[in-house]
């Protein structure tokens, strides 16, 4: 899938999407260090942009003709972090609604902080998504389930035209792994079969874990690790003492054990307790803040999810660690893009979410006929690989269009098709939060009344 990444930082998100198999042909920013640390690292298909110059950036990427676009609009005006009060940042949200209903790509990803969901620009930029016909599928997700071992939270709103909105949550949630990702599984002896990448510099280490990314490969694969190997040093000593100090957000705690994810990183992570958090501490903290490991700052890229060879070029230590906390996580962007890419092959389908059995029966229909309806809604489902429709005309009308449904006979298509409006129903019943349901043509598929109807 061709994509256009905006407002793409030092470039964890194209990271993470090029891992998964996506074709980022062209990155935007308007920070000019963020630029060059992406060229180093990714490629050149970047450029610095004011990205609320409309007129001029929407003609360019309509000219691209991307499958996908995807960013993550500043989200300062809304984070914990800041003073949580919506200014020109918050309008860039708006601005990336714009671009993506002006070039009208299939599919579009947005990220921001979990508070950018209450936010009034994201209200209008939603209402400007969904008039150019996109459905929305809106989660919060904790990225320690997604191989990041931080326990950062964070909003994505994936869009494809024509959907349902939700179309795509329960494959989103699906990805999680059962247990959250912890330092020591990144940092420790805990990862699962270390892989060697022999290098060459002696200050950077060559074993990765089998559920982080690796390095560029340079060098044959089938090497052992060798029994002289030892652990990067800060990795042993932060391993070694248990414990690592984050500077805390609004009286969180300070304190974090390797045996769980490191906070959300921040561009002071990094910073040793300050005296008066020592006289303070959290009564949480599990042991004192001033006995804790220091977290490095190749460490806080490792665990916002960039490899261990990104190459951080910028003249002030403070610049690479706002672009180290800016960034989407790679292997968080890597799962989204996963899904996506699972969907638009029709290997997935949404599933019936809510009391869907429940509610047909309350009209009406035997619990076995109301399986067969379920069942009938995840056959037509997976007949259209995976797509839903906001319009079930649109849907059954692409339904009838698949080869394989051509196939069936009278009846099963009636079935099908009656299995589609009734699902259609009763979400129509759920949004407008009717305790009971609207009242429908039939209590049973369409096959099911013909049949009724010649007995009579």
Not at 151 to 168: A, H, K, P, T
Not at 414 to 438: C, T, W
Request: aromatic letters at 8%; a positive charge; charged letters at 25%.
């Amino acid at each position: 899938m061709r994509t256009v990444e905006l407002f793409c930082g030092a470039g964890g998100m194209s990271r993470g999407l090029i891992d998964a198999g996506f074709d980022v042909v062209q990155a935007y920013d308007a920070w000019p260090v963020a630029v060059e640390n992406y060229r180093r690292n990714i490629g050149p298909h970047v450029r610095q942009a004011d990205l609320s110059d409309l007129l001029s950036i929407i003609p360019e990427i309509a000219r691209l003709e991307p499958d996908l676009i995807c960013g993550g609009p500043p989200c300062q005006d809304y984070s914990l972090a800041g003073v949580r009060q919506e200014g020109a940042r918050a309008s860039l949200t708006v601005a990336f609604a714009i671009i993506v209903a002006a070039v009208r790509p299939a599919w579009f990803i947005m990220e921001n902080v979990t508070q950018a969901a209450k936010s009034s620009a994201w209200l209008e930029a939603r209402s400007i998504l969904k008039k150019a016909g996109y459905g929305l599928s809106e989660s919060k997700l904790n990225a320690s389930y997604y191989q990041t071992a931080q326990s950062r939270r964070r909003l994505f709103v994936c869009g494809r035209l024509g959907e349902r909105d939700g179309f795509l949550q329960s494959a989103i949630a699906g990805a999680a792994s059962a247990r959250p990702m912890t330092l020591r599984d990144l940092f420790g002896q805990s990862v699962p079969e270390g892989i060697n990448f022999p290098t060459r510099m002696p200050d950077r280490r060559s074993v990765w874990g089998a559920g982080e990314p690796a390095p560029t490969i340079r060098c044959s694969l089938d090497r052992p690790i060798p029994s002289t190997y030892v652990p990067h040093p800060n990795d042993a000593a932060l391993i070694e003492n248990g414990f690592v100090f984050s500077r805390p957000v609004r009286n969180s705690r300070g304190v974090r054990s390797v045996d769980e994810p490191f906070p959300t990183v921040t561009r002071t992570s990094w910073e040793r307790p300050a005296p008066k958090y020592l006289g303070n501490p959290h009564p949480d903290d599990p042991v004192p803040a001033g006995t804790t490991a220091r977290l490095t700052r190749e460490q806080a890229s490792r665990i916002q999810g960039f490899p261990g060879d990104w190459q951080w070029i910028a003249t002030a230590q403070r610049d690479i660690l706002q672009m180290i906390a800016n960034a989407v996580p790679a292997p968080l962007a890597k799962a989204i893009g996963e899904v996506i890419l699972m969907r638009e092959r029709g290997e997935t389908a949404p599933a019936i979410e809510g009391r869907f059995l429940d509610w047909l029966c309350q009209t009406g229909c035997r619990r076995a006929t109301a399986r067969n309806v379920k069942a009938n809604v995840g056959r037509a489902r997976r007949l259209l690989g995976g797509r839903t429709f906001a319009d079930v005309a649109v849907e059954i009308a692409a339904l009838e269009a698949v080869n394989e449904f051509a196939a069936l006979s009278k009846g099963t298509k009636s079935d099908l098709r009656q299995a589609l409006r009734l699902l259609h129903q009763f979400e129509e019943a759920k949004r407008s939060k009717s305790r009971r349901p609207r009242a429908v043509p039939s209590q049973a598929p369409e096959h099911e009344t013909e049949q009724f109807a010649k007995a009579a």
